[in-house]
């Protein structure tokens, strides 16, 4: 079994960081070009919004401005502890894990959506 590709953030990659170093979970995918969702959320944040802005190009859509930030994200990579992106495997584990799950994807999710419509926070 090999990775489906996700156009979202440049490709799959499993939950955690265990899982990631399973053959199973890496087959065929481009390592460099792939993030986790958590990590994809906090290497957007490091990415210069003026530098996004123009790399996507003016009245860029936020498929355009996505595209746009894959590899800048990938630029601001930095060797950090693997358990810094994961996120809490649920599988066969009480409702409270599940919704912590649930809590930190939508977290990462809104972050990235922050940085692609381009909504600065403080």
């Known amino acids: 079994m090999g990775c489906v590709r996700t156009p979202i953030i440049g490709g799959p990659r499993p939950l ?15 390592e460099p070009r792939t993030f986790t969702v958590r990590e994809f959320a906090r290497l957007s ?10 790399a996507a ?3 860029a859509r936020p498929a355009e401005r996505l595209a746009a930030l894959v ?5 601001e990579r930095a060797q950090v502890p693997a358990k810094l992106d994961d996120i809490v495997d649920p599988y066969r584990r009480p409702d ?3 919704e912590e799950s649930f ?8 972050r990235i959506a922050q940085v692609v419509l381009g909504v600065r926070t403080s």
């Open 16 to 30: 955690s960081h265990e899982r990631r170093a399973h053959d199973l979970y890496t087959l065929n995918c481009e």
């Open 45 to 54: 944040a490091a990415v210069d919004p003026a530098e996004l802005d123009a």
């Open 57 to 59: 190009g003016p009245d």
């Open 71 to 75: 590899p800048l994200a990938s630029r």
């Open 96 to 98: 409270e894990v599940y």
């Open 103 to 110: 809590a930190q994807l939508t977290e990462a999710v809104r």
